[in-house]
């Protein structure tokens, strides 16, 4: 039929644009702001805000979220149509390569911290971008780019500044690592050329935000210098909550209203988007605080919906799906800009058109003056990014350039992208295919609560699910049967997409010396990091010096920030490598140092007995006491030697008593070296500091 043609037409215009260059309208000669933000929530429910957004007019009266709020509704417009990719890494990649996810990187393999996917190292990445306009650079959270070689990392690609994790999940207390694989024993935190020996250990938001204020301060005393000062700051501050395990300070939990179940994974859950957004508002106070606001553009957006999967405490409703979907559950998600760069005649206001995620990187790239065209596609595909921000300037706007946007195209399963899924959208209809990780169901308010909705409408091929999504957002009616052929177009359009798929598998040239999961972990200290060399690999350098030991009003011993014991007096003199710590013969006071997990590096309080074990001890008038599992007696002291990372310590012991060692795994040992020495006995400990 004549629609059918014309439509066929208009698709393969619009797929052209797409494929072989940037679209966009040309914006002029914008004044540049002097601070982008750019935060991701991390499995971050739609329906887990405060803010009413798209089809959910009311917002969620269970979500505690004040200051996303504010931002939404009085300082901000709400981005109605912002769509990524349906789980964490292709978000990421899409995000900074400014290539659809399709074009660079569709499954979440860099959870291995060996694979070759996350970001070819051939692509100019977003901080590239911005180090060429003369901005600083800062990351703060996690990363999921890739971490096979140093030149995967985040200092090694643009950013000035970076401290946060290297792969997909770890536990939010204590930052150790928890998305699975072979080096799961370890913890994941890393800060610019190394480790972050001795900062794990303090709840992820906390430990994010507080850094992300330290960059905003930093560039604004940086400021005060103009003749070196840089041109701005552009701030990725990509935040772990609400990425399981559902975990969060007990401050944050809070009565559930009347009439809701009080079901614990949701409450978890909302209790971590509010650290988030306590996290938020410390940003953005900050930024109020030395004067830049009026000149912040800040975009908020999750990297895909929140997970279904039980357990999970997310929800989508009304929306259809969640994350590993392609419905909207999965990849439509709650997002708004704001800052005061934004015109005031755009606050409160809707914007309904489509963006994708990697759209924001012309986007940037224009508002700083640079070209954001990034190769020719011979080696890797060219950017699939387009310019939104004049389309952006319209109040209340219902359009941009994006007209055409590819979900996925998943030909053989991978980790997170399951065989023959696949999704399209073409204002206004969208396809989806194959069973979606059986996650394809609807939900309800109050959800979750236990119970788990039954399937919906099947689009496992060879039937594929047609919607008209501009109608019918929450994917309820089926148009396969009655619109045959948009269907039949849209279909064929998917193939031809799948066409240019573009996985990256690109190792740095020269990598191949890599050392085994077990000797990544000896070589780093108990953490993560990258495992392939160009050749054997320079030791890290030695972990910042234990010396930054000081007394406090409260009488807690504070080394390196870390909390240490209860004490009367702390002193630590750097000339001889001694520590002394004087705590109250009131055993009583005295608190276990620690969890018993495994061993922590570079904290007092976890060497206050000499050895590297998570055990509790305490100290009176300078000596070292067992706790008593351990076999008793005291120390006369200990010495701590940071040119070769060992702890030696003097034990006086009764005979009866045996020796113990904390050998190089962490792990307890009876036995070791004991000798009498003046009368007494004495054992030597050799940590694994070393």
């Not at 037409?9 to 619009?14: A, H, R, T």
């Not at 921000?389 to 030909?411: A, D, H, K, M, Y």
């Not at 006369?636 to 070769?644: E, P, R, S």
Request: aromatic share 10%; charged share 15%; glycine share 10%.
């Amino acid at each position: 039929c004549c629609c059918c043609c014309c439509m066929a037409v208009i698709m393969s215009m619009l797929w052209c644009l797409v494929l072989f260059g940037t679209i966009g309208v040309a914006v002029g000669d914008p004044k540049p702001p002097k601070v982008i933000v750019f935060a991701l929530g991390d499995d971050y429910g739609y329906n887990n805000v405060g803010f009413p957004h798209g089809p959910n007019p009311q917002g969620n009266p269970e979500a505690r979220t004040p200051n996303m709020d504010k931002l939404a509704l009085h300082e901000g417009v709400r981005l109605d149509r912002h769509y990524v990719y349906k789980y964490c890494s292709p978000t990421r990649s899409s995000f900074m390569s400014g290539r659809l996810p399709m074009h660079v990187n569709q499954n979440n393999d860099c959870n291995d911290a060996l694979s070759t996917s996350g970001i070819d190292l051939r692509m100019t990445i977003l901080p590239q971008k911005f180090k060429q306009a003369g901005w600083t650079t800062a990351m703060v959270g996690k990363w999921h780019g890739g971490a096979r070689s140093v030149a995967n990392l985040p200092t090694s690609r643009g950013f000035d500044y970076h401290i946060g994790f290297l792969k997909g999940g770890e536990d939010h207390f204590e930052q150790n690592h928890c998305a699975g694989g072979p080096d799961g024993d370890t913890v994941d935190l890393w800060g610019d050329k190394t480790p972050a020996w001795g900062k794990n250990g303090t709840y992820s938001a906390f430990l994010y935000g507080g850094a992300a204020v330290e960059s905003i301060k930093n560039f604004s005393t940086a400021l005060k210098t103009p003749e070196t000062a840089p041109k701005g700051l552009f701030l990725y501050l990509p935040w772990h909550n609400t990425h399981t395990p559902l975990e969060a300070p007990q401050e944050y939990y809070y009565p559930n209203y009347p009439g809701y179940n009080n079901y614990k994974d949701r409450m978890d859950y909302n209790a971590m988007a509010r650290a988030l957004d306590d996290g938020m508002g410390n940003v953005t106070e900050t930024l109020r605080d030395v004067g830049l606001w009026s000149e912040t553009l800040l975009v908020f957006s999750p990297d895909n919906g929140g997970w279904l999967i039980p357990t999970a405490g997310a929800s989508n409703y009304p929306l259809r799906g969640g994350k590993t979907s392609d419905f909207e559950g999965g990849v439509r998600v709650v997002s708004f800009m704001s800052g005061g760069y934004v015109p005031t005649n755009l606050y409160g206001t809707v914007f309904t058109g489509f963006i994708a995620v990697a759209d924001w990187y012309a986007t940037f790239c224009s508002l700083i003056g640079v070209d954001p065209t990034d190769g020719d596609g011979s080696i890797v595909p060219k950017i699939d990014s387009v310019n939104v921000w004049e389309s952006l300037q319209v109040p209340n706007g219902t359009s941009t350039p994006r007209r055409i946007l590819p979900l996925s195209f998943c030909p053989n399963s991978t980790l997170g992208c399951h065989k023959d899924d696949a999704g399209l959208i073409i204002e206004p209809y969208k396809i989806v295919c194959g069973d979606q990780g059986q996650l394809g169901y609807h939900q309800f308010p109050g959800f979750p609560n236990g119970t788990r909705p039954t399937a919906d409408v099947n689009c496992t091929a060879p039937n594929c699910c047609l919607f008209n999504i501009i109608n019918d957002p929450t994917e309820s009616v089926d148009l396969r049967v009655s619109m045959p052929d948009i269907y039949a177009n849209m279909t064929a359009e998917l193939a031809n997409i799948g066409k240019t798929l573009y996985q990256t598998a690109y190792a740095e040239p020269n990598t191949t010396e890599c050392m085994t999961y077990a000797q990544g972990k000896d070589y780093y200290r108990g953490f993560i990091g990258p495992l392939c060399f160009e050749k054997n690999p320079i030791p890290p350098p030695p972990p910042p010096k234990l010396f930054a030991l000081k007394q406090e009003s409260t009488g807690l011993c504070l080394l390196n920030g870390n909390f240490s014991a209860v004490a009367k007096s702390c002193s630590a003199n750097e000339a001889d490598n001694q520590i002394w710590i004087e705590l109250p013969i009131d055993t009583t006071q005295v608190l276990a140092v620690g969890p018993v997990s495994k061993p922590y590096y570079l904290k007092l309080d976890e060497h206050v007995d000499g050895t590297v074990t998570n055990r509790s001890g305490f100290c009176i008038r300078g000596r070292v006491y067992f706790n008593p599992e351990m076999g008793g007696g005291h120390t006369q002291g200990y010495t701590l030697n940071t040119t070769d990372g060992t702890i030696r310590s003097t034990v006086c012991l009764s005979p009866v008593y045996e020796c113990l060692v904390a050998p190089t795994n962490g792990s307890y040992a009876h036995g070791g070296i004991c000798s009498i020495e003046n009368g007494g006995w004495k054992q030597e400990f050799a940590s694994s500091l070393h």
